[in-house]
């Protein structure tokens, strides 16, 4: 295989062996807030919330922060486990609430 030859732009000062590695650790922490973010908008659709009052909104937003972090770590063992069981990410009560809405939403189609 051909070896890639890339380069990382940067507005950082790069001085050293250890500034160009904190770049590159920065850079690659970019795709997990990306990923984090498209969980929180797509699979928890905090856009589409509508609360009552910003103290409603705030409460329901802090519940499905929570919940896309979960998400996330949920998907990062996925990638490095070949099968785990739903209880490492999720409790009892969760997974029954889960298996209720993939029923319900399979008798739907």
């Not at 795709?31 to 909104?57: M, N, P, Q, Y």
């Not at 998907?75 to 029954?96: A, M, N, Q």
């Amino acid at each position: 295989m051909e070896a890639i030859d890339w380069k990382l732009l940067t507005n950082l000062p790069v001085n050293s062996f250890e500034d160009a590695a904190a770049v590159v650790e920065h850079y690659a922490a970019l795709w997990k807030i990306e990923e984090w973010h498209r969980i929180l908008k797509h699979g928890c659709r905090v856009e589409a919330l509508t609360c009552g009052s910003r103290r409603s909104l705030d409460r329901v937003l802090a519940f499905r922060v929570s919940e896309s972090a979960r998400l996330m770590r949920a998907l990062d063992l996925g990638r490095t486990e070949d099968s785990l069981p739903p209880e490492v990410v999720f409790t009892e009560r969760e997974i029954e609430v889960l298996q209720a809405q993939a029923e319900r939403k399979a008798s739907e189609s």
